[in-house]
């Protein structure tokens, strides 16, 4: 479970989601990502790329706006098939992010491109959990981006961010949605 851009592991729903997939039998990592107040591709994705290790069929990763942005970039240069994918609040466009220090550090995530066909080609199964208020998602063209990535989509009507700010210490849609891919009940 990849955390948001100033975030972190306890954050959230996190704590609750990891909860209730160690319930389930799931083996669950939540690792702290570096800079967090500054996310950097490269820091970013090796981090993951050192706590996945081997990837199999058997990893289904959730990431939290950046953290999807983080597990794209990871599958786009993966030969590995996964499991799935949940992403919450995911994004390939942003607006609204309020000052030119948010917008340096945004830059370089929204200007160099992912390959979703490589994401494709690893990803056989993911969902996109998007509230349709979201303070920096420009909600009908991350739909869109995540439709042409073949994931499902699930709208939290005033969702915002799904931050615990927006009242979300709990994601019961995420859950279910691992469980649908990973065929558990």
Not at 35 to 41: L, M, V, Y
Not at 139 to 168: A, C, M, W
Not at 176 to 185: H, I, P, Q, T
């Amino acid at each position: 479970m990849i955390h948001r851009w100033s975030g972190g592991p306890e954050d959230d729903w996190r704590p609750w989601l990891k909860n209730e997939l160690e319930k389930l039998g799931f083996e669950v990592a939540v690792p702290e990502m570096p800079d967090t107040d500054e996310p950097s591709i490269s820091k970013w994705v090796g981090h993951l790329s050192h706590v996945v290790g081997k990837p199999d069929g058997e990893i289904y990763f959730v990431g939290h706006s950046i953290g999807c942005q983080t597990i794209l970039r990871y599958l786009a240069h993966s030969e590995v098939p996964v499991g799935g994918a949940v992403f919450v609040a995911g994004w390939f466009y942003l607006q609204n992010l309020g000052d030119e220090e948010a917008e340096e550090i945004a830059g370089p995530w929204l200007k160099e491109p992912i390959d979703l066909g490589r994401v494709k080609n690893v990803l056989p199964a993911s969902t996109l959990i998007i509230g349709d208020n979201g303070p920096f998602n420009a909600y009908e063209q991350n739909v869109q981006k995540f439709r042409e990535l073949g994931s499902n989509i699930v709208t939290l009507p005033g969702g915002g961010h799904i931050t615990e700010e927006d009242g979300y210490t709990t994601l019961p849609e995420a859950l279910d949605e691992l469980k649908r891919m990973a065929g558990v009940r």
